[in-house]
Structures are given as C-alpha cells and as structure tokens.
C-alpha cells in the first residue's frame, strides 16, 4: 500500500475506496494521455522522415491521413508540450 493510500485510510475510512478510485482512474488518465503523446511523435517523427527522403505530401497523406497544414499544427502542439514539460532525448 503507498502512502496516499495509507493516509486516506486512516484519517477518512469511510471514503477510502471512493477516494483510491478516483486517484486510480487519474492515474489511468495521465498513463493514457502520455501514450497518446508518444503515439502522435512517434507519427510526427515518421512523417519527418519520409519528407526527409522526398516522399511527396501526397503519398503522406494517404497513409497517415495528416495533411501538411496538420503536420505543421501537430509540430507547434508538441513543442508546446515540451516547453511545458521537456522530456530527455527530445529532438523535434
């Protein structure tokens, strides 16, 4: 048992359980929003390397279904999410 848990048990018994699964369920949140981000660079990161090697937008599109206009918006959404939290090893 953590130590959140421990203290909800003993200073509020009764609410507990309600208390642990709200602390669960965003807990679950944040594991899939950090997933969801990962997913989004990793697609980003393809992308850029697709249009490194001169793969026309058009053949991009069709497989990723992320227009330029939307790449370029994806891009400024990460970067402003590094810039809220930088993780190590970030290149983009």
Known sequence: ???????VRQYAP???GDMLTYAEELRQEGLQEG???GELKGKLETIES???VGTEWSLITR???ITPEE???L???VRGLKADRP???DQM
């Open 1 to 7: 048992m953590n130590e959140f848990a421990a203290q």
């Open 35 to 37: 997933l969801q981000k």
């Open 63 to 65: 497989a990723t279904g």
């Open 87 to 89: 993780l190590e090893g």
């Open 75 to 77: 891009k400024a959404e």
């Open 50 to 52: 697709l249009l490194a």
């Open 71 to 73: 790449f370029e918006r």
């Open 14 to 16: 009764e609410t507990g």
